[in-house]
């Protein structure tokens, strides 16, 4: 852990680790996001942060110049945060921060480390990804587990992606190689609103981790903002007669049962590619109709025509 910088070193008893990134894996914010509500929402303490020095590309993820009240300038590095927090169920470490631009293994050994550093029971992700999925509807998730326990335990499926991947799929390959369980809740966040942030998507992510992880997750004030998300999103779709089209053939799909879940790929969302899948399961929460092989070739598919 030689680029891990310590700000404490509390007692934790067999912590989860979440962990979300900016950029790749975060379309709508919504992974970005969940991990940003946890820290507020338990007003977790600050950890430890990873030297960015080593892993980014400050020319693509550049830093801020802060002024101070007698104007003395600092700069604000671009740095991979960890905070803890302990809640009824379980104690968590929280991981955030912009996916690094190099060195993905030196930089997953960096929080492998801190996990094994606090002796951590497992390392839960957060994703999110483009798709051709309706806003009006209830949000699409995607998981995956990389051991048979957890696969058992929570409804999961193993991985079956071959392709392209980013820093989440290095991270948990680094789980694995250590056995240190791992999984990963991806949301499914409408192509044609990309670029508002989606407290929806966020809140289906973080419901769904309080039922892996044991504890209820702090979500009034998400929920509270789903339906202004919503209308903003209706007034989009409004301004536009063949995207309302579009939209109402992805509502009459979805409650058909038909599922069209193509990816689209919009680089005007912060670099954010559709994602790195891990692996390929569909939350067993989602209605019974949704063919969870079906959504995962889709998945699959497109991220190998990304590779070419």
């Known amino acids: 852990m030689e680029h891990v910088r310590w700000l404490s070193q509390p007692t934790l008893r067999n912590p989860v680790v979440v962990a979300a990134f900016t950029g790749w894996n975060d379309a709508g914010d919504a992974a970005s996001g969940g991990v940003r509500q946890l820290i507020e929402e338990w007003q977790a303490v600050p950890l430890a942060e990873i030297d960015p020095e080593e892993f980014t590309d400050f020319a693509s993820i550049r830093p801020h110049v802060r002024l101070s009240t007698n104007?003395?300038?600092?700069?604000?590095?671009p740095t991979v945060g960890m905070w803890y927090a302990s809640t009824p169920g379980t104690d968590v470490i929280l991981v955030l921060g912009p996916e690094p631009a190099m060195r993905w293994r030196t930089f997953s050994e960096q929080v492998i480390g801190v996990a094994q550093?606090?002796?951590?029971?497992?390392?839960?992700?957060?994703?999110?990804?483009?798709?051709?999925?309706?806003?009006?509807?209830?949000?699409?998730?995607?998981?995956?587990?990389?051991e048979q326990l957890m696969i058992d335990r929570f409804e999961?499926?193993?991985?079956?992606?071959?392709?392209?991947?980013?820093?989440?799929?290095?991270?948990?390959?680094?789980?694995?190689?250590?056995?240190?369980?791992s999984a990963s809740l991806?949301?499914?966040?409408?192509?044609?609103?990309?670029?508002?942030?989606?407290?929806?998507?966020?809140?289906?992510?973080?419901?769904?981790?309080?039922?892996?992880?044991?504890?209820?997750?702090?979500?009034?004030?998400?929920?509270?903002?789903?339906?202004?998300y919503e209308v903003r999103v209706n007034a989009i779709v409004a301004e536009d007669s063949d995207l309302g089209g579009y939209v109402r053939r992805l509502e009459s799909m979805s409650d058909a049962g038909i599922e069209?879940?193509?990816?689209?790929?919009?680089?005007?969302?912060?670099?954010?590619?559709?994602?790195?899948?891990?692996?390929?399961?569909?939350?067993?929460?989602?209605?019974?109709?949704?063919?969870?092989?079906?959504?995962?070739?889709?998945?699959?598919?497109?991220?190998?025509?990304?590779?070419?």
Not at 71 to 77: E, K
Not at 120 to 136: E, I, K, N, Q, R
Not at 156 to 181: F, M, N, W
Request: one cysteine or more.
């Open 260 to 308: 069209d879940f193509s990816l689209e790929d919009d680089d005007d969302l912060d670099d954010e590619e559709d994602d790195d899948i891990v692996g390929g399961e569909l939350d067993a929460d989602l209605p019974e109709h949704v063919d969870a092989g079906a959504l995962m070739d889709e998945v699959e598919r497109f991220l190998r025509d990304q590779g070419k």
């Open 117 to 146: 550093h606090f002796k951590a029971s497992m390392v839960m992700t957060l994703g999110a990804l483009l798709a051709d999925v309706p806003h009006s509807r209830a949000v699409q998730l995607i998981g995956t587990a990389n």
């Open 156 to 181: 999961l499926q193993r991985s079956r992606y071959e392709g392209p991947t980013g820093i989440v799929g290095v991270l948990h390959d680094s789980c694995a190689k250590v056995d240190l369980p």
């Open 186 to 228: 991806w949301a499914a966040v409408p192509a044609y609103a990309s670029q508002v942030p989606s407290p929806k998507a966020t809140m289906a992510l973080l419901e769904r981790l309080g039922t892996i992880i044991g504890t209820t997750m702090p979500t009034a004030r998400l929920a509270s903002q789903v339906h202004d």
């Open 71 to 77: 104007l003395t300038r600092s700069i604000v590095w």
